[in-house]
C-alpha cells in the first residue's frame, strides 16, 4: 500500500501500473468518505482524498498546509478524548475505530466515524496511520431518535396508573411496573409466561369458570372484537381486587395479540355498593313511612314516590317518576300552589283535616309541604296522611265521652226519677187492688158505703176507670224503662272485669232481646229462627259481661230489626262461638237484607245510621266497635253481601286487653 | 195459702218500711196492708229506730238515700240492736251493689230492690218467706 501525496514526486510507472494507479485515485477522490494516511510521529497527512471538503468544511490543500487544523475541529469535548489516544497511538495502541464529534468549519456539528489500521516498521513503531472517515450525523441522529422514543414509550408504559400488559391467548408476554404492584409481585418473572387466570380466584361472580372465561374473553379480543367487562382479580397472596378490563387487538411481531389495561376498581365499587346501600336503607325508610311521601323538584317533577303514595293514589312509582305533579297528582287536591309557595317562600305549608272524596268514599287527610334546598338543589317534599281513622277514634272518644257525661247524669237523676215513678206505679197498683172484688176488706168498705164491690166495679168498666189505670201503668213503665236505658250508658265505672263464660253470655243476650218488649210491638224476635253452633270447651274470657252483653244486644236488634223490615223469608241468626289461638271468635250472621261496600264501610262510624230519623241513633255500633277494640282489645270487622246478609265477627283475646 | 191462714205469726208479718218518700211508704204500705200485713211507716233513721224499739218487728223495708243517717247504716246499727229484724233494700239506685258488711249480715241480691217495680207482690212473697225463716230459727 503506498498512497502517494499530491505534493510527493513519485517516479513514473509503467504504463500499465499507471492506469491502475490513475482508477484508484479517481476512486478514492471520488469517494464521499474520507481516505487519509498520516504520518508518525509528526502527525502530518501524507494523503487526505477531496472529501474532506465536504465532511470537514477544509480542502486536502488546507490540511497539507495546517495539519494542527485537524485538532481544532475536533469538538470540545472530544479533546480530551483524543490527547489520550494520541499517546496511545504513539505506544501503537489503537482502537479499530473512533466515533466522535468534530464542527464543521460552518460551524455545524458532526458526528464522525473512523476507521483505524495503524502501519508500523520493521521493528514494530507506529510510522503512520492510514483509515476512513465517514460523516454518520444522519445516522446518529436516527439513532438518537430513536432511543428517545423508545425511552418515551417505556416511561409511558411504565409510569400508567393501571395494569398495561400484552398476552397472547394464554400467556402474558408483556407487562408494565403497574401490573407487578397491583397482582403484588415483585419480578417481572412472576408474571412474564404465567396465564392471566392465575391472577384471578378459580370462579367469577357470575360463577363462570375463571379460566374458560378468561379464554373465551381473550379469543374474542384477538378475533378482534374488542372487550370490556368487570373481572375479579387476585393477587399474589390471594387476596381478591374488583377490576375493570379492556382487551384490544393488537398486530406485533407478525402474529395478533392482545392488549390489556386492567384498572383496579376496588374503591370505585366500594363506592357504589355504600351509595347503592345508602339508596336502599332511604328507600327503605321513605317507603315504611306510614305517610304519603312525594319528592318534587323546583320545576314541579316528581322524583320521589314512596310506597303509600302508590297505594294512595293508585299510581306505580315508575309511572309517577320524572312526570310534572300537576300532571299526575289526584285533582281534588290542590296542593300545587302550595308547593309552588313552600319553594318560593321557604316555609313548610300545612293544610288539616282536608276533606278528599275518591269514588264515593270521603276521607279526611293532613298535608304538609316542605320546602328543600340543599346544595342548589330547589324543590320540597309533600307529605300527606291520611288521618280518617284518626278522626274516627276522635269522634268515638268523643262520642263515648258525651255517653259518659249522659251515663253520670241518668244515674244522679236517676234516683230522683225512680222515686216518684216508685210512688206513681204503687199507688196505681194499690188503687187497681182496691177497685177487686176479691179482697174482702174492699167488700166491707163498700157495703159500708151503702154499695157492693161489684157496683163499684161495673161503674169502673162504664167509665173506663180500668183501661185508664193500665195507661197510667203503662206510662209508669215507659218512663221507667227510659231512665234504666239512660242508665246502661254509665255502667262503666261499675264494670268489673271478670272470667265469664262467652256462650251463656250470648243465651242470655238472646233471651233479653226476645223478651224485649219495646220491640214487640214491631215484630216478635222468636219468629226468627236461632241456630247456635257453639264448640265445646270454649274457655272463660276475661271481659265485662255488661258491655259483650250490649254489643251482642245491639248486632242481634240490629239484625232483627233490618230483618222484620225487609221481610226477609224464613229469617235465621247463625250464631258461632269458636276457639282461635289465644281469641274466642263469635260470629253472628243474619240472612236479612245485608248492605253494600260503602255501607260496610263506614258501619262503625258514630252517627252512621241507614234507619229513619229517629229511629236509632247511630251509635249502637260504634260504641260497640269501641267496646270490643279499645275496652277488649279485639277485633270486631263486618263481611256482607248484599242481598244475602251480613256476618259480624268479634275476636276476643281470653286474656282480655286490660 | 190455706196452711198460712193456721199460723197467725206467719200470716201478718209485722213490717216497717223506712223511707222518706211518703208517696213510696204510704203506698207500699196500703199494699201490704191489704195483704193483712201489720205496717208501720219511717221517713227517717231516728224515727225507725224508736218504732224498731216500741214493736216487734219481723222485717224492715229500707230505703237507702234518706235525710240523715243512710239506709245502710240504719240496716247495720238496727242489726245490733234487733239481731231478730231481716231486712230489705229498696232504692232508686240502679247502681247499688251490697257492701261487704250487708253481705256479712247475710243479706244478698235476692234482697235488694230497685224502684220502680212494676208489681209490689214480689216484696210481699219476699216478706213471707223472710218470715217464715225468722220463725223456724
Known amino acids: ?658 | 195459702m190455706s196452711e198460712k191462714e193456721e199460723s197467725p205469726v206467719q200470716k201478718f208479718p209485722h213490717v216497717l218500711i223506712v223511707d222518706d218518700d211518703k208517696g213510696v211508704s204510704r203506698s207500699l204500705a196500703a199494699f201490704l196492708e191489704d195483704r193483712d200485713f201489720e205496717v208501720k211507716t219511717a221517713e227517717n233513721a231516728e224515727i225507725a229506730l224508736h218504732l224498731m224499739k216500741d214493736f216487734r218487728f219481723h222485717a224492715a223495708v229500707i230505703d237507702l238515700r234518706l235525710p240523715g243517717m243512710s239506709g245502710d247504716m240504719i240496716i247495720l246499727k238496727a242489726h245490733v240492736l234487733f239481731p231478730h229484724i231481716r231486712f230489705l233494700v229498696y232504692t232508686g239506685s240502679s247502681a247499688f251493689q251490697l257492701s261487704e258488711e250487708l253481705q256479712q249480715i247475710g243479706m244478698t241480691s235476692e234482697h235488694v230492690f230497685i224502684k220502680p217495680l212494676s208489681d209490689l207482690s214480689i216484696i210481699a212473697d219476699t216478706l213471707f218467706n223472710l218470715a217464715d225463716h225468722y220463725e223456724s230459727i
Open chain 1, 1 to 658: 500500500m503506498n498512497y502517494s501525496g499530491k505534493n510527493k514526486s513519485i517516479p513514473s510507472p509503467p504504463v500499465e501500473f499507471k492506469k491502475s494507479e490513475d482508477r484508484f485515485r479517481l476512486l478514492l477522490e471520488n469517494s464521499k468518505d474520507i481516505i487519509y494516511r498520516m504520518s508518525l510521529p509528526d502527525g502530518k497527512y501524507e494523503y487526505i482524498s477531496p472529501a474532506s471538503t465536504n465532511i470537514f468544511g477544509y480542502t486536502p490543500d488546507e490540511l497539507y498546509a495546517t495539519p494542527r487544523v485537524i485538532s481544532q475541529i475536533i469538538h470540545p469535548s472530544w479533546k480530551k478524548y483524543f490527547e489520550l489516544q494520541w499517546e496511545n497511538l504513539l505506544k501503537g495502541i489503537i482502537p479499530h475505530s473512533y466515533e466522535y464529534q468534530v464542527i464543521h468549519k460552518s460551524g455545524e456539528i458532526k458526528w464522525i466515524y473512523q476507521e483505524n489500521t495503524l502501519i508500523c516498521d520493521k521493528k514494530n513503531k507506529p510510522t503512520a496511520i492510514e483509515g476512513i472517515i465517514m460523516d454518520i450525523t444522519d445516522r446518529k441522529k436516527a439513532e438518537e431518535d430513536l432511543r428517545e422514543n423508545v425511552e418515551k414509550y417505556h416511561t409511558l408504559f411504565d409510569s400508567a396508573n393501571d395494569c398495561l400488559f400484552i398476552v397472547d391467548d394464554k400467556k402474558f408476554l408483556e407487562c408494565n411496573y403497574m401490573t407487578l404492584e397491583m397482582f403484588g409481585c415483585k419480578d417481572y418473572n412472576d408474571i412474564i409466561g404465567h396465564h392471566p387466570w392465575e391472577f384471578s380466584p378459580p370462579f367469577q361472580p357470575d360463577h363462570q369458570l375463571s379460566e374458560e372465561k378468561a379464554k373465551r374473553l381473550l379469543d374474542a379480543a384477538i378475533k378482534g372484537e374488542p372487550q370490556r367487562f368487570y373481572w375479579v382479580h387476585s393477587r399474589k397472596d390471594g387476596t381478591c381486587f374488583d377490576a375493570e378490563v379492556s382487551l384490544n387487538r393488537i398486530y406485533l411481531q407478525d402474529r395478533y395479540l392482545a392488549q390489556a389495561i386492567v384498572r383496579d376498581i376496588t374503591s370505585r365499587k366500594q363506592a357504589e355498593e355504600e351509595a347503592n346501600r345508602l339508596r336502599h336503607l332511604l328507600d327503605n325508610i321513605v317507603n315504611s313511612m306510614p305517610s304519603v311521601i312525594i319528592g318534587v323538584d323546583s320545576t314541579g317533577r316528581i322524583n320521589q314516590w314512596n310506597r303509600e303514595a302508590e297505594r294512595f293514589t293508585s299510581i306505580k312509582s315508575e309511572d309517577a317518576s320524572g312526570k310534572k305533579l300537576a300532571d299526575i297528582f289526584p285533582k281534588p287536591i290542590d296542593i300545587l300552589h302550595k308547593v309552588k309557595k313552600a319553594i318560593e317562600e321557604s316555609k313548610p305549608q300545612k293544610d288539616v283535616k282536608v276533606p278528599y272524596t275518591s269514588g264515593n268514599i270521603t276521607r279526611y287527610i293532613d298535608i304538609t309541604i316542605y320546602p328543600l334546598h340543599s346544595d342548589g338543589t330547589e324543590g320540597a317534599v309533600i307529605r300527606i296522611d291520611d288521618i280518617t281513622e284518626c278522626l274516627r277514634i276522635e269522634e268515638i272518644m268523643i262520642q263515648s265521652e258525651k255517653m259518659l257525661s249522659i251515663g253520670g247524669l241518668a244515674a244522679g237523676m236517676a234516683h230522683e226519677i225512680n222515686n216518684p215513678l216508685a210512688a206513681i206505679l204503687q199507688n196505681i197498683q194499690v188503687i187497681r187492688n182496691r177497685l177487686s172484688n176479691q179482697i174482702e176488706k174492699n167488700r166491707t168498705a163498700a157495703l159500708t158505703c151503702g154499695t157492693t164491690i161489684e157496683s163499684i166495679e161495673h161503674y169502673s168498666i162504664q167509665r173506663g176507670i180500668f183501661s185508664m189505670i193500665d195507661a197510667v201503668i203503662e206510662a209508669g213503665h215507659r218512663a221507667a224503662s227510659i231512665v234504666e236505658n239512660m242508665l246502661n250508658f254509665s255502667r262503666k265505672s261499675n264494670d268489673r272485669l271478670a272470667f265469664n263464660d262467652i256462650p251463656s253470655l250470648m243465651d242470655k243476650t238472646i233471651a233479653l232481646v226476645s223478651s224485649d218488649y219495646s220491640l214487640k210491638k214491631k215484630y216478635d224476635f222468636r219468629q226468627i229462627d236461632i241456630q247456635r253452633h257453639y264448640e265445646t270447651d270454649i274457655t272463660p274470657v276475661l271481659c265485662v259481661s255488661d258491655q259483650i252483653q250490649q254489643v251482642f244486644l245491639n248486632i242481634l236488634k240490629n239484625g232483627a230489626q233490618e230483618i222484620i223490615e225487609h221481610h226477609t223469608p224464613q229469617p235465621a241468626f247463625i250464631i258461632r262461638i269458636e276457639k282461635e289461638l289465644g281469641k274466642i271468635r263469635v260470629e253472628i250472621e243474619d240472612n236479612g237484607p245485608g248492605m253494600d261496600e260503602n255501607v260496610r264501610k263506614r258501619v262503625f262510624e258514630p252517627f252512621f245510621t241507614t234507619k229513619e230519623v229517629g229511629k236509632g241513633t247511630g251509635l249502637g255500633l260504634s260504641v260497640s266497635y269501641y267496646i270490643i277494640t279499645e275496652n277488649h282489645k279485639g277485633t270486631f270487622e263486618v263481611e256482607s253481601i248484599k242481598g244475602k246478609g251480613t256476618k259480624f265477627i268479634i275476636r276476643l283475646p281470653i286474656k282480655g286487653g286490660h
